[in-house]
């Protein structure tokens, strides 16, 4: 039986409201689970399997067959599109307490992205005909189900638009905010947040090239507002971070 830590639906919350609006990028998939009974948790869950992924590993495949959905119980993992060249674009970085390929159960499809282990996760893999089941059997999981779909369509539909509104540099900010919620260890760390992630992610997320991710973090890091430790990022200046958006 997997057990569903709802502290951890909750771990991203809107600490910089009023601020910047980090609703606009973050997914509401932990809301789901939250959404059901004790009883509707435990149908839904089962039949889940919890399997350890090593940082880097594949979860699922852009065009495979969807088999079920996942349940991210520990770790952070990328979803992504490959290009024809075989470069990736980071569309969403998902966080522990989140669900991920639902979307190709819902539209009976093949998964529509890639899903990878940004780090060591373990990740509950939930069959698809339990989910089916699941929400044939409560309004409330459907309901959230369409909230939730309806939220990550303006949730992506803003992550293109920057592309063409925000420079590099603008991009590069926005996408380190996002990441700190991230990476913040509950809703009330409001100190210097460390951010694990490589440089070739970090570019694919900003969509800019490595080169320029490395010059820029110099550069934010010669003004202290973030620091590098290796592959980690320390944000220690995140209101300055937000005026380098530009973000209207």
Avoid at 191 to 208: E, H, P, V
Wanted: aromatic residues 8%; proline residues 2%.
């Amino acid at each position: 039986m997997i057990k569903v830590n709802f502290h951890l639906l909750y771990s991203v919350e809107m600490s910089l409201k009023g601020i910047f609006p980090i609703d606009k990028w973050i997914f509401r998939s932990r809301s789901i689970l939250e959404s059901l009974t004790t009883n509707e948790t435990e149908r839904l869950l089962s039949d889940a399997v919890a399997q350890n992924f090593r940082k880097g590993q594949i979860i699922f495949r852009e065009n495979n067959p969807a088999f079920g959905i996942y349940y991210i119980k520990e770790g952070k993992v990328k979803k992504y599109k490959q290009d024809r060249n075989g470069n990736e674009h980071i569309i969403y970085v998902a966080n522990a307490g989140e669900l991920i390929g639902y979307h190709a159960i819902l539209a009976d499809n093949t998964y529509p992205d890639s899903a990878a282990a940004l780090e060591d996760c373990m990740i509950a893999f939930i069959p698809r005909d339990a989910f089916l089941l699941a929400i044939e059997s409560s309004a409330n999981l459907s309901r959230h189900l369409l909230g939730a779909l309806s939220h990550e369509y303006n949730v992506l539909s803003n992550s293109l638009s920057i592309v063409a509104r925000h420079s590099a540099k603008e991009r590069l900010a926005i996408s380190l905010i996002v990441l700190r919620e991230k990476y913040k260890s509950s809703e009330y760390d409001t100190g210097d947040i460390c951010i694990t992630i490589s440089r070739k992610d970090l570019a694919s997320m900003t969509a800019t090239t490595e080169e320029n991710v490395v010059r820029m973090l110099k550069e934010l890091k010669k003004d202290n507002i973030v620091g590098t430790i290796g592959r980690k990022i320390i944000i220690y200046d995140v209101k300055s971070l937000i005026k380098m958006t530009n973000y209207q």
